[in-house]
């Protein structure tokens, strides 16, 4: 039945990252609070299967127009300098001050999208 429940988190979280909304974070969601797998070795999981699925999705998005070549090679490159400065700092961290940092985060996320308007 375990499997069935990851097979079942995979699908969505992957069409969810299909849409670009945000699946990793949704299966990270899964992973910690239903699947009962540590937050360090869940955000391992995350990264792994964020390759696939953006491998997956991104030719659709760049033929549809929806990424944007001017943006999205300075943002890439800041995000490989914090991704590589953030790894370093979390394998340093112990993992409930890991899970702390990451419902903080969810809880900043989603106040953010209760309370600010939409743009037009």
């Known amino acids: 039945m375990d499997w069935l429940c990851s097979l079942l988190a995979g699908a969505v979280t992957g069409v969810l990252s299909g849409f670009g909304i945000g699946g990793g974070t949704l299966l990270l969601i899964y992973l910690t609070a239903f699947a009962g797998v540590p937050q360090n070795l869940a955000q391992g999981v995350n990264l792994l299967y964020f390759l696939p699925t953006a491998a997956t999705a991104l030719p659709s998005h760049i033929k549809n127009g929806y990424v944007d070549g001017r943006t999205v090679w300075p943002a890439a490159l800041a995000g490989l300098a914090g991704t590589a400065l953030a790894a370093w700092v979390a394998t340093g961290l112990d993992v409930a001050l ?6 903080g985060f969810l809880i900043m996320v989603g106040l953010r999208e209760l309370f600010s308007s939409p743009k037009a």
Not at 98 to 103: D, S
Request: hydrophobic share 35%; charged share 15%.
């Open 98 to 103: 890991l899970h702390r940092c990451f419902g």
